[in-house]
């Protein structure tokens, strides 16, 4: 997701090297030897990216963006130093600038095959997924055999809809070994289309190479999963599906217990909501899709974003970035700053997150922010945004709780690894959601997913009713929406609504366990409502 403009402070990391001090030092050192001149200003250039590069490395983009603008002064027509810069920039919340000096680079370099994917990455961060597409295929004019372009465009394809012809894109990835693992992955991904018999051979066997790291292991077992699924053997599913789980809990780090504490914290400082801003209607731009992963929120964000008033701006980290930034300028973590916030403090964080979201109003009046661990966030951004609505994705919690657990995540949800975690985890999410609900009456409401699939269109009317906004027929389209989706579930959103989604049942007892974590036992599970 990209991050919002922001000006970048040059004044950092100078060295006092530029185009003007050069060519005093030129005329200054006339009767030297051009050669040795041209090789002295090289050679400070190269320091300048180098130092640059150590810049970016420690986090300090602001100062990369510097010396390279000054390596810039030296040699504007030097493509290599317009990607660097690019990358900085990005780094930094420019993105416009970055996009603009690749696109020069492109123009100097029309041939490199690395400036034209590096564009592209920066296009598909600022959700232009039309355009770059359009870069990473030059990439590949230039060079076909260039296989992280082929996977990157093969990752547009996908949010744009194109299953077939980005899993083309994979297949041709995963005839590579380096690539493999990862080219499987991105195919189980593509919900909508089914792995073969085949697949599921090639997948063993490249799991049986000895060579094979850990993380290969991990990508490569989550597929076969997914291709033994596609071959309805669900207990070898299940099976694989343990193993790369396990694998893949020893990688990250993740403390039940110390996560359920920090909810009970923010259950206790909202117990009562803040006092935030005093205008209701301020920030009601703003419409939070939240919930747990794989609860129906990519699908109702789609039916959100297909009405002409709406944006959908999918997984932004704006919200968390702006409580973050809180905490560190009073040196308390979030929530223990709370009961000091005052409102004008609430109105400064309400200000701080429409100004960084603001390119999503852009075309439309409102936007979707879909992050979705904003759940535990609610009270402050109702505090912030007393306008906001908040639509929470519901899902049956065996449903919820098995398609995390049988998807491999880019990054966050280290919960999902773990059957005993994943079921600790919603209820954690279960029981600050119904306060929630109990304390934001006209800001919060349940959407669930079940309930949509039984009667769409009177769920759709509720949901825009809500909002505040008139039935508009196209939410019931929305699968013929043209906008570029992001996240697993978008080629299950260019489809028409299917009521056969639940498969906790295909695994019989392999899932006692998980039910029993959840204390369901033989009980029907029904929502907060």
Known sequence: MAHPQAPVDSSHGRVGVNADSLSALRRACAGAADG??????????????????????????????????????????????LVELGQALRHAGALDEAIDRLRRACELAPAARVVWYE??????????AHAARAAFERALTCDPAFIEARGALGDVLASLGDSEGAAACFRRCAGVRA?????????????????SREDAAALRRLLADPSMTDNERVFAGYALSKALEDQDDYPAAFGELQKASALKRRQVTWDAGRFTAWIASIDAAFAQPAAGVGDPGFG????????????????TEQILASHPQIEGASEL??????????????????????????????????????????????????????????????????AMLPG????????????????????????GNAASYD???????????????????????????????EDLLADPEAQVRRLLAFLGLPFDPACLQFHQSERAVNTFSAAQVRQPLRRDTARAHRYGAALDPLRAALGLGGVEWSSAE
Not at 120 to 126: F, M, V, Y
């Open 284 to 299: 009601r731009e703003a419409i939070f899709v939240v919930g747990l992963p794989r609860s129906g929120s990519t699908l």
């Open 317 to 382: 980290s704006d919200l968390h970035a702006v409580l973050n930034a809180e905490s560190q300028r009073r040196d308390r973590e979030f929530p223990q700053w709370v009961a000091q916030a005052t409102p004008a403090d609430w109105r400064r964080l309400g200000e701080d997150y429409l100004q960084r979201t603001a390119r999503w109003r852009r075309q439309r009046p409102r936007f979707t922010d879909k992050g979705l661990d904003n759940w535990p966030l609610v009270g402050a951004a109702a």
């Open 36 to 81: 040795a001149l041209d090789a002295l200003v090289s050679r400070l250039v190269d320091v300048l990216r180098q130092l640059a590069r150590t810049h970016l490395q420690q986090g300090n983009a602001a100062a990369a963006v510097a010396l390279l603008r000054e390596a810039g002064d030296v040699h504007p027509e030097d493509a290599g130093i």
């Open 419 to 449: 059957l005993d975690e994943l079921a600790a985890n919603w209820r954690d999410y279960d029981r600050l959601a119904r306060a929630w609900a109990a304390r934001y009456p006209g800001q919060f409401i349940d959407a669930v997913h």
């Open 179 to 195: 690539h493999a693992p990862r080219a499987w992955s991105r195919i189980a991904n593509l919900k909508t289309l089914r792995m």
């Open 119 to 128: 564009l592209g990455k920066l296009l598909k961060a600022h959700d232009d």
């Open 388 to 411: 906001a609505r908040f639509v929470n994705c519901r899902r049956d919690p065996l449903e919820t709780c098995l398609s995390c657990y049988r998807q491999l995540f880019h990054f």
